[in-house]
């Protein structure tokens, strides 16, 4: 696989409460191809993750949702929270979206990259006050 993708989660503009989540992939695609990838997916499945969890504690996604990406192959940590949604953990976020990538386009393959050795820690949290 040819690209490294950081795809985050969460506030990257640090404009609200500024917590994300970084998932890095090893991909055959490039970011921009990912993104034409989840467009494709989005209109093959009628299932566009992002239209969810986009506000301060909106934490969940419809039973349709889930269950459509579930027999797609999806692994959810979520449980139901009240009929008629799930709650979604940011696992089953970056996998629903990936999964999207996938149902766009076929030849994608992408695994996530766990192995930190050149990753740096330098301090600095009294820096994020």
Not at 20 to 32: A, F, M, Q, R, W
Not at 42 to 64: L, Q, R
Not at 72 to 90: K, L, R
């Amino acid at each position: 696989m040819r690209e490294i993708v950081r795809v985050v989660l969460g506030d990257w503009s640090d404009d609200g409460h500024g917590k994300t989540e970084t998932y890095v992939i090893k991909t055959n695609l490039s970011g921009k191809e990912l993104e034409k990838a989840f467009k494709a997916g989005v209109k093959k499945s009628g299932f566009d993750i992002t239209e969810h969890c986009g506000d301060n504690e909106d934490y969940a996604i419809p039973d349709d949702l889930y269950d459509y990406f579930e027999k797609a192959g999806v692994v959810f940590d979520s449980i139901q929270d009240e009929p008629g949604n799930h709650f979604c953990c940011t696992d089953d976020f970056f996998h629903v979206y990936m999964k999207t990538c996938e149902i766009g386009n076929d030849t994608l393959k992408w695994s996530v990259e766990k192995n930190y050795d050149n990753e740096i820690r330098i301090g600095g949290y009294g820096l994020f006050c």
